[in-house]
């Protein structure tokens, strides 16, 4: 009988384990591979929600946990903990010994685990590589995570090809589509009255969720573009608005105090949360008027179930945008503006919206090419030159 593959997932904050959710089914459901799952990050503080828990009460056993979070939310406090959380993966990876570690996305918390799992010759997935969002550090962590890894799982095919101009095999870069859209399509979402129930809020004529990140390239502009934001939603008085926090980066904790005042000015219509968990964050995703803010859910999800973005700012620039997403600067004039459109019966949002993003299939996608994969030379990585005339035109505007 053959021993399983070990393959090790990290993951460090709610979105990114929303994300990785069927994946993890399809690997633990398959008996040729064995899943060694690492929580860090933002699943292991209690500001944030302690969502380590939820990821226990799944049923996926969590083989380490990796302390890496400090304190502090200063560009420094981020530095310190990417360094702290290099020597917690070592320790961790060198006990595990996985045949291959599997990370999503662009977060520094990834980019910790992949520099352990590189000088221990550990061969790396990376899934979400790519993309652009110039806006924001992520950006440089994204294509390093690339250069890092030697498996990719694009979102889309620009992004196939970007990595590709990256110097990466072509035949180790594969387009599956957003994992994301994986819960819309398997998931039974809660009805309006059972999301009510479980947010224990009621929604209005009209809702709107907000989520709003720092963008992590421009020094000290989170308070004063998230109050743009709020003075645009007060022009709204009917709306009821549902806020998520923003993750553990560089001025997080100035929205997530703004956030607090503004909830407790507006007690009968608002509401905010740490975390809502992939299943009541997509459901009130397609009962919301539109999502409001820079998360990439707005860029990835939300067109997917016809839901209106104003995308703000420039955290996103340089991702595929379907038709469903209006930009804004960070002005509260322009965030109106784009709120009245949203409003406005010059444009239908009920129709069918092209996405660029895939059709909802993509963890056993990526799930069959783990599993299929021969490892005996994949540390083995060849600089791949691309010409420039085997770039393709990217198959969607972008922000």
Known sequence: MAIPRKLCVITGSRAEYGLLYWLLREIVNDPDLQLQLVATGMHLSPEFGLTWQQIA??????????????????????????????????????????????????????????????????????????????????????????????LHFTAAEAYRQ?????????????????????????????????????????????????????????????????????????????????????????????????????????????????????????????EVDAVVGNSSSGLLEAPALQTPTVNIGERQRGRLCAASVINCPPQADAIAGALRHVYSETRSWNSEIPHPYGNGDSAVQIKRILKDTPLESILMKRFFDLPPSALQKQEAPVC
């Open 162 to 286: 970007r990595v590709i101009q990256l110097g990466e095999q072509p035949e180790r870069v594969f387009n599956v589509g957003a994992l994301g859209l994986d819960n819309i399509r398997r998931l039974r979402l809660l009805s309006r009255r059972e999301l009510e129930q479980s947010l224990d809020f009621k929604l209005g004529e009209r809702n709107l969720l907000v989520t709003f990140h720092p963008t992590t390239l421009e020094c000290d502009s989170a308070g004063e573009q998230f109050a743009q934001l709020l003075e645009a939603l007060d022009r709204f008085e009917d709306a009821h608005i549902v806020f998520t926090h923003s993750n553990a980066d560089a001025d997080g904790r100035v929205i997530g105090k703004m956030i607090n005042t503004y909830r407790e000015h507006h007690p009968q219509r608002v509401t905010a949360f740490v975390s809502l968990g992939s299943l009541r964050y997509l459901s009130l995703l397609r």
């Open 57 to 150: 009460a799944d049923g996926f056993p969590i083989n380490r946990k990796v302390e890496m979070l400090l304190s502090s939310d200063t560009p420094v406090g981020i530095a310190k903990a990417l360094g702290l959380g290099v020597i917690g993966f070592a320790d961790a990876l060198a006990d595990l010994q996985p045949d291959m570690l599997v990370v999503l996305g662009d977060r520094f918390e990834i980019f910790a685990a992949a520099q352990a799992a590189l000088n221990l010759r550990i061969p790396i997935a990376h899934i979400h590589g790519g993309e652009l969002t110039e806006g924001a550090v992520d950006d440089a962590i994204r294509h390093s995570l690339t250069k890092l890894s030697h």
